[in-house]
């Protein structure tokens, strides 16, 4: 018989165990079985499944659990650790747990999990304290600010039947959280994710109320204008389109996006519009409670439409109590066109550009937009801006045919510039197109500008630390990525990419290929990650694994070529890119 492979995943285990099981047991059997079943009924089983967790086994007084997202696993364990804390009182013999979480490749077999991933969250686990937690320092890197403690930096351990070192994270309820021992459970539920002291908000597509589906293009742009605008706003944390929009066309519980996306408040609303009339409804939800902070109903002309976003971003400002400076409100009260023909083909354009599927047909679509809008009113920056990006994915894509793509989309993003200077967007294509150049001075320069314009822009958060990647810097990189990440934590995908280059190039091998495989896992076509993986592999020496992934990524895309991968990344210190071609070498394989 033919074996069959092992089926692999990329996992966050998290590793649970009683303090003193074997003492409790000689002292009083029966008890303590009681306690443990009490624990694991009314605490333990609800809070994995709270967090989306899959309790794999358990062992005595032990736990081994697997979740999809560290968040929810830390998340998990916070809520388990301070929940016994609160329960515990002075002369009660009590359940005490050590926990240790780390993110890895495991073997399924059947409902069971094993692997290097299994076994570094169990000597994770012997290193916490008791009522502590124990992360591993991929996961400490990976939550980022995304739960409300901070983990201490343990330093680096060796531990039994592991080859290197570890650097381990830890939390515990006595170590500076002062409100772990007066929190309740069903409050920590509530909670699960942090809402961090900055005032934050997610902008919800508005549903089309207008019963037409082709009139979705406008709804979906009067959103992504309302988080454009209030993401100049430097006292307030807004999250990404990309990730607030993953909520459209779905009935969702504000409280569970506020959770998930870790934000105090939600902007939802829907649109009308009937030929030149539009209403507007919005209104601004509390995550925590679900009570309404604010809410208006607009009932204008399209042509006051500009008028309407500036007063639904000024009214929740206000209600958020965030005090704005007086270029921030100059930046959001400034129309960007006075006609309404030439803003519906800019919106009409975006949200094809924006589209999940993008072919040679949508640039097309999108391209015609954008030069129609520019007919129409040829001092409107932001159409400019659109065929610049569009030029852009026509570079990396080779839709058209031209060979001056990328000059084209420099061209135009130029001409945004000259008409607005203070448009983020246009700072941002440029800073895209400077990258691409090799320019990484010029790239920094460029973001640096979009960002003192609007704070939040993912983006060029983003884009800043692949400049830091690639011009010599990478683990310079790793706090712009974790703050992107914040902004936009449901499409994490590239930013994952982005990290496990910044440790591949860092020479961090084990955590560039846990980065990858959390690429590959949330982007399963991708054939980039599988390239970058295969070095690391190299590297590490697992040239079986690096041979699998290679026949995968040739599956996926034939015509993928490492040395050209390699050969188009703009590296300043050409050794860096030695680096990766070494580890590559190292697999044995021939392209």
């Given at each position: 018989?033919?074996?069959?492979?092992?089926?692999?995943?990329?996992a966050?285990?998290?590793?649970?165990?009683?303090v003193?099981?074997?003492?409790?047991?000689?002292?009083?059997e029966?008890?303590?079985?009681t306690?443990?079943?009490?624990h694991?009924e009314h605490?333990?089983?609800?809070?994995?499944a709270?967090?989306?967790?899959?309790?794999v086994?358990?062992?005595?007084?032990?736990?081994l659990?697997?979740?999809?997202?560290?968040?929810?696993?830390?998340?998990c364990?916070?809520?388990?650790?301070?929940?016994?804390?609160?329960?515990?009182?002075?002369?009660?013999?009590?359940?005490?747990l050590?926990?240790g979480?780390?993110?890895g490749?495991?073997?399924?077999?059947?409902?069971?999990?094993y692997g290097?991933?299994v076994?570094?969250a169990?000597r994770?686990?012997?290193?916490a304290?008791?009522?502590?937690?124990?992360l591993?320092?991929?996961?400490?890197e990976?939550?980022?600010?995304?739960?409300d403690v901070?983990?201490?930096n343990?330093?680096?351990?060796t531990?039994?039947?592991?080859?290197?070192p570890?650097?381990?994270?830890?939390?515990?309820?006595?170590?500076?959280?002062?409100?772990a021992?007066?929190?309740?459970?069903?409050q920590?539920?509530?909670?699960?994710?942090?809402?961090?002291?900055?005032?934050?908000?997610?902008?919800?597509?508005?549903?089309?109320?207008?019963g037409?589906?082709?009139?979705?293009y406008?709804?979906?742009?009067?959103?992504?204008?309302?988080?454009t605008?209030l993401?100049?706003?430097?006292?307030?944390?807004?999250?990404a389109?990309?990730?607030?929009?993953?909520?459209?066309?779905?009935s969702?519980d504000?409280?569970?996006?506020g959770?998930?996306?870790?934000?105090?408040?939600?902007?939802?609303?829907s649109?009308r519009r009937?030929?030149?009339?539009?209403?507007?409804?919005?209104?601004?939800i509390?995550?925590?409670?679900?009570?309404?902070?604010?809410?208006?109903?607009?009932?204008?002309e399209?042509?006051?439409?500009?008028a309407?976003?500036?007063?639904?971003?000024?009214?929740?400002v206000?209600a958020?109590?965030?005090?704005?400076?007086?270029?921030?409100?100059?930046?959001i009260?400034?129309?960007?066109?006075?006609?309404?023909?030439?803003h519906?083909l800019?919106?009409?354009?975006r949200?094809?550009?924006?589209?999940a599927?993008?072919t040679?047909?949508?640039?097309?679509?999108a391209?015609?937009?954008?030069t129609?809008?520019?007919?129409?009113?040829?001092?409107?920056a932001?159409?400019?801006?659109?065929?610049?990006h569009?030029y852009n994915?026509d570079?990396q894509?080779?839709w058209?045919?031209?060979?001056?793509?990328?000059?084209?989309?420099?061209?135009?993003?130029?001409?945004?510039?000259?008409k607005?200077p203070?448009?983020p967007?246009a700072?941002?294509?440029?800073?895209?197109?400077?990258?691409w150049e090799?320019d990484l001075?010029?790239?920094?320069?460029?973001i640096?500008?979009?960002?003192?314009?609007n704070?939040?822009f993912?983006?060029?958060i983003a884009m800043?630390?692949v400049?830091?990647?690639y011009?010599?810097?990478p683990l310079?990189?790793?706090?712009?990525?974790e703050?992107?990440?914040?902004?936009?934590?449901?499409m994490?995908?590239q930013?994952?990419?982005?990290?496990?280059?910044?440790y591949?190039?860092?020479g961090?091998?084990?955590?560039?290929?846990e980065?990858?495989?959390?690429?590959?896992?949330?982007?399963?076509?991708?054939?980039l990650?599988?390239?970058?993986?295969?070095?690391?592999?190299?590297h590490l020496?697992e040239?079986?694994?690096a041979?699998?992934v290679w026949?995968?990524?040739?599956?996926i895309?034939?015509?993928?070529?490492?040395s050209?991968?390699?050969?188009?990344?703009?590296?300043?210190?050409?050794a860096?890119?030695d680096?990766?071609r070494?580890?590559y070498?190292?697999?044995?394989?021939?392209?």
């Amino acid at each position: 018989m033919v074996e069959q492979p092992s089926n692999r995943r990329l996992a966050a285990i998290m590793v649970a165990d009683v303090v003193g099981y074997s003492r409790m047991m000689g002292t009083d059997e029966a008890g303590t079985l009681t306690a443990l079943k009490r624990h694991r009924e009314h605490l333990f089983d609800p809070a994995v499944a709270a967090h989306h967790g899959r309790v794999v086994k358990l062992v005595g007084d032990g736990a081994l659990v697997e979740f999809g997202s560290v968040v929810d696993a830390v998340n998990c364990a916070l809520v388990i650790q301070r929940a016994i804390n609160a329960r515990t009182q002075p002369n009660e013999e009590r359940i005490s747990l050590r926990i240790g979480i780390n993110l890895g490749d495991v073997i399924i077999d059947g409902d069971d999990i094993y692997g290097d991933g299994v076994n570094v969250a169990a000597r994770l686990e012997a290193l916490a304290e008791p009522g502590g937690i124990c992360l591993s320092s991929i996961v400490n890197e990976s939550i980022g600010s995304r739960v409300d403690v901070t983990f201490s930096n343990g330093g680096e351990v060796t531990v039994k039947n592991i080859d290197r070192p570890i650097r381990v994270w830890k939390w515990h309820p006595g170590g500076g959280d002062a409100t772990a021992t007066e929190t309740p459970l069903t409050q920590i539920d509530k909670s699960a994710a942090s809402h961090p002291e900055q005032a934050s908000i997610a902008v919800l597509p508005f549903d089309n109320m207008s019963g037409d589906p082709e009139q979705e293009y406008f709804s979906d742009g009067i959103s992504e204008d309302i988080i454009t605008d209030l993401s100049k706003v430097g006292g307030l944390l807004v999250i990404a389109r990309n990730s607030s929009f993953t909520y459209k066309g779905k009935s969702v519980d504000i409280r569970t996006v506020g959770r998930e996306l870790g934000v105090a408040a939600v902007l939802e609303g829907s649109i009308r519009r009937a030929g030149n009339r539009v209403r507007v409804n919005a209104q601004l939800i509390d995550t925590a409670k679900g009570a309404h902070l604010w809410a208006d109903r607009y009932d204008r002309e399209l042509t006051d439409i500009f008028a309407v976003q500036d007063e639904v971003t000024c009214q929740i400002v206000e209600a958020l109590k965030v005090t704005l400076t007086p270029a921030e409100s100059a930046r959001i009260t400034k129309a960007p066109t006075r006609s309404v023909e030439a803003h519906d083909l800019f919106l009409r354009g975006r949200e094809t550009l924006l589209a999940a599927r993008k072919t040679k047909e949508t640039f097309e679509q999108a391209v015609a937009c954008f030069t129609e809008a520019i007919e129409i009113d040829p001092d409107y920056a932001e159409p400019y801006v659109g065929l610049a990006h569009a030029y852009n994915h026509d570079f990396q894509n080779h839709w058209s045919g031209r060979t001056d793509s990328q000059e084209r989309s420099g061209y135009y993003s130029r001409l945004a510039l000259e008409k607005d200077p203070n448009l983020p967007y246009a700072h941002y294509m440029a800073a895209l197109v400077r990258f691409w150049e090799r320019d990484l001075g010029g790239t920094t320069r460029e973001i640096d500008i979009a960002l003192a314009l609007n704070p939040n822009f993912a983006l060029a958060i983003a884009m800043r630390g692949v400049g830091k990647i690639y011009g010599g810097a990478p683990l310079d990189a790793v706090p712009d990525l974790e703050r992107a990440l914040r902004l936009d934590p449901l499409m994490d995908n590239q930013y994952w990419h982005f990290t496990g280059s910044a440790y591949l190039i860092a020479g961090q091998y084990e955590k560039a290929a846990e980065a990858f495989r959390a690429r590959i896992r949330l982007s399963p076509d991708t054939d980039l990650s599988r390239g970058l993986l295969i070095s690391a592999f190299g590297h590490l020496g697992e040239i079986d694994e690096a041979r699998r992934v290679w026949a995968e990524l040739k599956e996926i895309n034939p015509k993928y070529s490492f040395s050209e991968h390699i050969g188009r990344l703009p590296f300043n210190n050409p050794a860096d890119a030695d680096k990766i071609r070494e580890g590559y070498a190292k697999t044995g394989l021939v392209e």
